[in-house]
């Protein structure tokens, strides 16, 4: 059989063109979709000519976005604002390019520079253009991984924007810069300084010291207290409720919500989960007062 003449399942076609099959029922039922008619029938099983549906997928293909040689031929170290940016990307609202960075950590690319208000190199945006996924692709681009950083160390260190989303536990830079710019982060100063680049261009990038961001990570909750004795053993809702006796978490914190335990009101700390913009925050207990807690409930019953 010659290519022209191959047929193909709707398995088959699943695979090849990475669609699904109830798309595949959808476009066949609906007459002006351009999907090709079925060629032939055995039982409920169809099949289609692979030279017609692979001309429908090559149509479909997203076609990839064109920026003006105007564009091109610019200045691409001239900053652009976000409301240039999206003129530039075709975009009527900048709420587009908000979206991406709220939404999709490390889609779109992270300002070059933030000091009065977030700035992109033009060959940053004309950069992204030529390799971002097409139309029909939700799959965002992996962001890239935080460096690990600790909170000892040099205390006038200045950190920029990377290891301090790290530190504050934010899952990217591109999260951690959305929140900063709503003004969501009220625990983070000022920075501390501003440094350019080493070839002078651009403008300069905010700094903060390792002591101003471990303050507010700890005002955060995502570090534990100065003062509090990190031997000491913090658990979690899930085994409090099981110290306690409970038959599930969810029954220890609705207890806990209805103030039946006001013995644990105040937890002895928090963690945030990394990767959640700092929310939300879980609570912590000391083993030893949750211990104590359960042997008084099991004396008075």
């Known amino acids: 059989m010659s290519q022209a003449e191959r047929l193909v399942d709707t398995a088959e076609i699943v695979s090849e063109f990475g669609t699904s099959k109830p798309r595949i029922s959808e476009w066949s039922n609906t007459p002006d979709s351009g999907f090709p008619a079925v060629a032939r029938t055995e039982g409920r099983k169809r099949f289609w000519r692979h030279a017609e549906v692979a001309q429908f997928f090559a149509q479909r293909a997203p076609k990839k976005r064109m920026l003006p040689a105007s564009v091109l031929d610019a200045d691409q170290d001239e900053l652009l604002t976000k409301r240039e940016v999206a003129k530039l990307l075709g975009y009527t609202r900048t709420s587009t390019i908000d979206g991406y960075v709220r ?152 207890t806990l919500a209805h103030g039946h335990l006001p013995d644990l009101e105040q937890p002895d700390g928090y963690e945030y989960r990394r990767g959640s913009a700092g929310r939300p925050r879980q609570q912590r207990w000391k083993r030893t007062r949750i211990q104590e807690l359960a042997e008084r409930r099991s004396s008075t019953s």
């Open 103 to 254: 939404d999709r950590p490390g889609y779109f690319p992270e300002p070059d520079s933030d000091i009065d208000g977030p700035m992109w190199r033009r060959g940053t945006i004309v950069a992204w253009v030529s390799s971002r996924p097409g139309k029909g692709r939700r799959g965002s681009s992996p962001a890239v991984a935080l460096p690990q950083v600790s909170a000892e160390g040099d205390p006038d260190e200045l950190l920029g924007t990377a290891e301090v989303a790290s530190l504050l536990g934010y899952g990217s830079t591109a999260s951690f810069s959305s929140a900063l710019y709503q003004g969501r982060i009220p625990e983070l100063p000022e920075p501390d300084a501003r440094e350019k680049e080493q070839n002078g261009r651009g403008q300069a990038r905010k700094k903060w010291r390792r002591a101003t961001v471990v303050a507010a990570a700890r005002e955060r909750g995502v570090l534990p207290p100065a003062d509090q004795d990190e031997s000491e053993d913090l658990v979690d809702a899930a085994e409090a409720a099981r110290i306690l006796g409970y038959s599930s978490t969810d029954n220890f914190l609705s």
